[in-house]
């Protein structure tokens, strides 16, 4: 499971609000000990907060750098596409990829009837 901490660099205590936390001033909160990655990764105050230097990500190894931070709670679209790859992927029959009900239409208009 991916690991997400938020170190509050800013002068104050910083609310993320759609998350519903508050992190005090020089603290750190494991978003993913309270929430799910998805919910992480879906908190658009949370990636305001970064992008404004408020919040340093870590990663449970090392703090990242703005991008880097980003990139980290922005992976949920990654898994997300590879799920739908693996999906895809899985749809392919050993007729070379086309479905029982497209193959049996192309033996129809090839004149083959259905077998």
């Known amino acids: 499971m991916a690991i997400v901490i938020a170190k509050n660099v800013d002068v104050s205590d910083v609310t993320i609000e759609d998350l519903g936390t508050v992190i005090p001033l ?39 750098g703005m991008a880097d931070g980003l990139k980290h709670i922005g992976l949920k679209s990654e898994y997300e596409d590879e799920q739908q790859d693996d999906s895809i992927a899985g749809d392919k029959n050993v007729d070379g990829g086309r479905s029982d009900s497209v193959y049996l239409a192309v033996q129809n208009i090839d004149g083959g009837g259905a077998t």
């Open 26 to 64: 020089g603290d750190q909160e494991t978003l993913t000990d309270n929430y799910s990655f998805v919910e992480v990764c879906d908190s658009k105050d949370l990636k305001t907060l970064v992008q404004n230097g408020n919040i340093v990500i870590n990663d449970g190894t090392e703090d990242l």
